[in-house]
């Protein structure tokens, strides 16, 4: 009797605030792989504040940081199938998912990072994020994560200082294919496993940016960061697509905007904080080596380039537009 009434009860709210065009809030969770100290960090904390107020308490989102719900690969995929809602993630993972996003997975491919948000801007820009949309996870944002150059005990100074050492890669074919075409040996692993595997010697080198660097303790187990810049990965908040577009358009906005501006204020703390990670690594005794000719490494890329176009022509688009962007 008491549960029939509740239902009722029940019932008669829920009709009542649909009624009065209130809807229930909605528990949202984001994934995030860095700990406090890194700027993503403070840009998901915020992203999280604007939601919560941008949409009136609507969305409710919860960020996890530290990778605590999953691996990158893992959280990628919960994130498609809907599972976590929003991810911080980085676009070189999202390679093997969808092929449009490797155009910034290709070594050398933009000429610094504000080359690489005219790209993302303009019309290649708009291919890779269909395809992220189509496969699930929609970008709302684009964070900055610098360039990624290689960290060893030993200084890396021309492609040749990469042979027969096995460097740490994420999850790519891109990666492995760029580490081989220098005589390396390319070992993919999990972001939080490679601490231990340079302390350990199961790997001789990894590659990053400084904050991430400097943020999960890899300075401390290496000795030499060589300023290689081979990649310039863009990274993205991303929300699984059909949830987001199943928010009214109101709330839709709202999403964005707080996305949006949660970007800026990344952008804004990752200029200041990647230099003063640089200052923190080197004051900690890490030898920082300036490369003054890259070219060494780009001419030793023009192998991965070719198979990699070789077998997937219909990026060549992708590369030209890129290429053609002042
Ligand atoms: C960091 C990225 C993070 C990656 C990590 C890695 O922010 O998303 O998981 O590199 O190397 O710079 O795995």
Known sequence: MYKKLSTKLLGAAAALSMLCGVATAADWKAWNIHNDGHPNTAAMDRFAELVNTDTKGEIKLQ???GGVLGNQPDALE??????????????GPIGP???????????????????????????????????????????????????????????????????????????????TAMISAMGGNPSPMAFSEVQQALKTGVVDGAENNFPSFKNVGHYEVTKNYSLSEHLII??????????????????????????????????????????QARKDVEAAGIK???????????????????????????????????????
């Open 234 to 275: 863009p990274e993205c908040i991303c929300v699984n697509t059909a949830k987001f577009n199943a928010l009214s358009p109101e709330m839709q906005a709202a999403v964005k905007g707080a996305a949006e501006k949660a970007a800026l204020y990344q952008r804004e703390l990752w200029s200041v904080q990647s230099e």
């Open 97 to 175: 998912m969808v092929k449009e996003a490797n155009l910034v997975s290709l070594p050398f491919i933009f000429k610094s990072v504000p080359h690489m948000f005219r790209v993302l801007e303009g019309e290649a820009g708009a291919i890779v994020a269909k395809g992220m949309a189509d496969a699930g996870v929609l970008p709302l944002a684009w964070f900055d994560a610098g360039a990624r150059s290689f960290y060893a005990q030993k200084a890396i100074e021309t492609p040749d200082d990469v042979k027969g050492l096995k460097i740490r890669v994420m999850n790519n074919n891109l990666y």
């Open 288 to 326: 920082v080596n300036e490369i003054a000719d890259k070219s060494p490494f780009q001419n030793a890329m023009d192998s991965v380039y070719a198979d990699y176009l070789k077998a997937n022509p219909d990026m060549k688009k992708l590369v030209d537009l890129a290429k053609a962007t002042k």
């Open 63 to 65: 960020v996890f940081h």
């Open 78 to 91: 919960q994130v498609r199938i809907g599972a976590i809602e929003i991810g911080n993630f980085n676009l």
